[in-house]
């Protein structure tokens, strides 16, 4: 397919914005991103204050995202806490990309009948785990037992669901069933945890660490689950509107991507402390850098989505009734991300 010409863009301004996307109502993307509208054109994008986001924080924190986009687009980021509330801050307007995981991704293109959203290049893979109380040893053991996810729906929440499934657990969406899974934002999972209010969490990292610290045991590894120990943990996607509307912007949000990318795999230390500090500007406290570190080994950064996880992902999600079966034709564009890697002699990835 033939791209369209890039567009001229004509703001001199880069505007950093963090706060907590709401959900809403309105249209798919904001009105500055309409195409054949004059002015600045503004990308808001999102992503999740977490380690497996660490090439969107150190791409904000570090200005890659700024200079790749360059003088005429203005930037605006907000942070969230779980994939479902992204993907209603995409469908309501508030919102044109996110760093997001595998099955909000799939639960934003299902409801749009494929309509709405693209993946355009992966993040990352692993670092995610079920922690538990030490007493705990075994999967029969948390009969009767309250366990942790960032939200449901999210890709932890139906990491967890399916993989008690397949164990001979019941689990149910009201919180019922043979284990409660108790849907709370990561930070307050800490705080419950400690308190003996749960018993676990299948959470992603830095709280997996968090969790151990506190006197937890990794009962799950997820990378244990997947063939050769990949699975998308975060991936980019655009709202297909803003991708249709400036095509030119998400090819050089693209850019912005596999550079913070490079530098994450080139440059650990550095972005090892920019997580910390830029953690520390949304939550009022740095992330402490033993902990990064410590949850460090459990990650792999990289461009490819690994669209067969995501496929898989969604099977499972179906298996436990948290959506229904729907094809994945045309989720995926990938030109972008194959034009950048190829002009950097980078190995391509094959579109699904």
Known sequence: MKRPPLRRLVSLATLAVLGLA?????????DDSEAGTSGPVTLRLGYFPNITHAPAVVG????????????????????????????EAIFSGALDATYIGPNPTVNAFSKSRGEAVRVVSGAASGGVALVVKPEITSVEQLRGKKIATPQLGNTQDVALRYWLKEKGLRTTKEGGGDVTIVPQENAQTVETFGSGAIDGAWVPEPFVSRLVNAGGRALVDERDLWPD???VITNLIVSTRFLKAHPDVVQKLVEGQVAANEYVNTRPDES?????????????KPLDLKL?????PTLEFTNDPIASSLKTGLEHAVAVGLTQPVSLDGLYDLRYLNEVLAAQGKTTVVQP
């Open 60 to 87: 904000v924190e570090k200005g890659i995202f700024a200079e790749k986009l360059g003088s005429g687009v203005r930037l605006e980021t907000k942070t969230f806490n779980a994939g479902p509330a992204a993907v």
């Open 272 to 284: 090892q402390q920019a997580i910390s500090t830029h953690i520390g500007r949304i939550t009022g």
């Open 292 to 296: 990064i570190k410590q949850a460090w």
């Open 229 to 231: 120990r990949k699975f």
């Open 22 to 30: 709401t959900a809403g109502t309105t249209a798919a993307c904001g």
